[in-house]
């Protein structure tokens, strides 16, 4: 008798669990291919939100059963993938787009972006720069952005009022710059802004000297100390001109910009190195070892004719490679990832004369957990699984330039654009929904923008 009481509650245990009501989430997205980057599509997929992190991600049958949503974002015939990483910026420089395009890297710096600079940047100009900026990478897909620029504590604050998720680095230069006029300032500034971002759940300060050319060796030298007694990521360009390799080389008996950090003790698993375009083997080689991150900017690289990437080199090393627009004025003119996934994999393969060389499926990644893992950020952005930060795009592949669909990363690398992203996540929070954006005021932004233009020409022509 009492075996049979006992099975009985069993069975109804049993048959309770298997007949549970879903459980509630914040949102379901629900219908699409969803590209995990962590292990295949899944075809008529689904994935659940909940309080900012993804709670489930399978077929829409097995997600209906597991959960339900307070929101329910319907996909058919759209792509499902993790929010683009942009791996490299200075967000702010939206308000120079334009400014002086079709020329050299030192020529484009030293005649027109620093005086513009100088005489321009202030607080309120890199405000409504990131405002234009977050809404151009929230309607474009991006979630993530690494920046380098200056009043860096601003910028942050702009962007988590956007809801984006930023490695934010402050410009630190051995010349007075726009926030801070010497070196020690900019030290003091950068205590300060770790301090205020610490923890943050959408922030990561950073500390962004800005090249081994423009900062002296000790002042790289404390730049590493301080990084590491604050536990802050580094951010620098490295190797992005053949004339920076040949000054380094003429200053170091003989060292490429690579090899001399890390003969000064620079380099470790928390540095991002933008551009390495001019890496020699060794190089790579050592920077897979040290774990440095890369961020491959080809559009910025092609504009400023800098030279191309040895990215495949770098992805057969196993270097922590991701993928950045660079800044929005001059070097690249937009801060669309999916148009940059593309001129990745079209520049690797003309120049090295092999159509294999970088796939659609390769230059996703790299734009997605290849930022993540240049960052240093793998366990929490760059794929959809269980337990990770909900940032997730829809992409729209019903438009007639995407259809038809035969192989869902080449719609979305070679056919598609920023613009066909439909819906952007950060956070779990929804930014844009149905191509509107919802954190920024984007006709307020374009008005400013237009009235910098203004200020910007007649700084640089008074005579106008």
Not at 122 to 135: K, S
Not at 300 to 313: E, F, Q, R, Y
């Amino acid at each position: 008798m009492y075996r049979r009481l006992l099975s009985a509650l069993l069975l109804t245990f049993v048959a309770a669990i298997l007949h549970a009501a879903p459980r509630r989430v914040d949102i379901v997205i629900t219908g699409g291919t969803v590209i995990t980057m962590a292990g295949p599509n899944i075809d008529d997929g689904a994935v659940a939100i909940d309080k900012g992190n993804i709670a489930g991600v399978g077929t829409s049958a097995d997600i209906a059963k597991r959960f339900a949503g307070a929101e329910t974002i319907h996909a058919r015939g759209m792509a499902v993938l993790p929010g683009f990483v942009n791996a490299h910026t200075h967000v702010p420089m939206t308000l120079f787009r334009g400014i002086a395009d079709d020329r050299d890297l030192m020529d484009w710096l030293q005649h027109f972006i620093f005086p513009a600079e100088a005489k321009n940047v202030d607080r309120d100009f890199v405000r409504w720069g990131t405002r234009l900026a977050a809404a151009e990478m929230i309607a474009s897909g991006t979630t993530t952005f690494t920046d380098m620029y200056y009043f860096e504590s601003d910028i942050a604050a702009e962007a988590k009022k956007a809801g984006l998720r930023g490695v934010l680095g402050e410009t630190m230069i051995d010349f007075p710059a726009p926030d801070n006029k010497t070196w020690d300032a900019a030290v003091a500034y950068v205590r300060d802004f770790v301090k205020r971002w610490h923890g943050d759940r959408l922030i990561t300060p950073a500390l962004a000297p800005h090249a081994p050319y423009t900062v002296s060796r000790a002042h790289l030298e404390q730049v590493r100390a301080l990084a590491t007694e604050l536990h802050a990521p580094i951010l620098i360009h490295v190797a992005e001109t053949k004339n920076e390799a040949a000054q380094i080389k003429d200053n170091t008996a003989g060292l490429s910009p690579a090899a001399y950090l890390d003969s000064i003790g620079f380099l470790a698993h928390d540095v991002v190195a933008a551009h390495g375009i001019w890496l020699t083997p060794e190089d790579i080689r050592m920077l897979a070892a040290k774990r440095v991150g890369v961020a491959h900017c080809p559009e910025s690289n092609m504009m400023l004719a800098s030279g191309v990437a040895p990215v495949v080199d770098m992805r057969r090393a196993n270097v922590a490679l991701g993928l950045g627009t660079d800044g929005p004025a001059g070097s690249n003119n937009n801060l669309d990832m999916v148009e940059e996934a593309a001129s990745a994999a079209r520049l690797q393969k003309i120049t090295r004369g092999d159509p294999k060389a970088l796939s659609a499926r390769d230059v996703l990644e790299m734009a997605t957990l290849g930022g993540a893992r240049a960052l240093g950020m793998e366990d929490r952005i760059g794929t959809l699984e269980p337990g990770k930060r909900a940032d997730v795009i829809v992409i729209d592949l019903q438009q007639p330039k995407t259809q038809p669909v035969y192989a869902v990363e080449s719609a979305i690398v070679y056919a598609a654009s920023g613009n066909s992203v439909v819906t952007t996540i950060c956070d779990g929070k929804v930014l844009m929904r149905n191509r509107k954006v919802l954190t920024v005021d984007v006709a307020a932004a374009v008005a400013k923008a237009k009235e910098y233009r203004d200020r910007v020409v007649k700084s640089l022509n008074p005579a106008r």
